[in-house]
């Protein structure tokens, strides 16, 4: 009858989006290993697209500096750390009696 619409079954969507789920993560689980074998697409879009990131001029110099980082890793550490400790006053005396004995 051509005035029905026809409604798809709500398991078989479910299927359906479950399958292309395992298949993208599949993907991209093969996508990483590839890309710490070989060092060229750091993402699944990337290797799709053969886009890669390379330096405009390949012989600059290239001087980073790590202070930044640094920074935001001793902070991160701090914010996990810090609330440990607040909960455990046994912990900052087992912390300084070990740091002490060393």
């Known amino acids: 009858m051509r005035g029905e619409t026809q409604h798809m079954d709500p398991c078989a969507t479910r299927r359906s989006i479950g399958v292309?789920?395992?298949a993208y993560s599949a993907a991209s689980l093969l996508n990483l290993m590839m890309f710490l074998r070989h060092g060229r697409y750091r993402s699944l879009l990337e290797r799709l697209l053969r886009a890669r990131l390379v330096y405009k001029e390949a012989n600059m110099s290239r001087v980073i500096s790590f202070e930044y980082l640094n920074r935001q890793l001793v902070w991160q550490e701090l914010s996990v750390r810090v609330p440990q400790v607040s909960?455990?006053?046994?912990?900052v005396c087992q912390a300084v009696q070990s740091t002490l004995l060393m």
Not at 87 to 91: A, C, M, T
Request: proline share 12%; hydrophobic share 10%; glycine share 0%.
């Open 87 to 91: 909960h455990s006053p046994n912990y």
């Open 20 to 22: 292309v789920e395992n």
